[in-house]
């Protein structure tokens, strides 16, 4: 089974990078909220897809590689997104 260390560090990384950058260009408040918000939310499924529609493998192959490596990020990414997200807005309002 995956790690979510890897994902949750990830996020952490992506949500503070976007926080330094929002306060490096003096963003307005709601604009660096939500640039961080959206470093904070969870890889999209189109990652999923797009690994599902690529050409050069069977069904079979992409079900056991590329595809089944994208629907673990997406699922993990959204477990680490119920309590980034919620901890980056509250982090957020008491700036």
């Excluded at 330094?20 to 307005?28: F, K, V």
Aim: hydrophobic content about 60%; overall charge negative; cysteine-free.
């Amino acid at each position: 089974m995956a790690s979510l260390a890897g994902p949750a560090l990830q996020v952490a990384a992506a949500s503070l990078a976007a926080l330094l950058l929002a306060s490096a260009l003096q963003l307005p408040p709601l604009l660096r909220s939500a640039l961080v918000l959206q470093a904070a939310a969870p890889t999209a499924i189109s990652v999923l897809l797009l690994s599902e529609a690529a050409p050069g493998g069977s069904e079979e192959e992409l079900s056991s590689g590329s595809a089944r490596s994208a629907a673990a990020l997406v699922l993990w990414s959204t477990l680490v997104a119920l309590l980034s997200v919620p901890l980056w807005s509250w982090l957020l309002s008491s700036l």
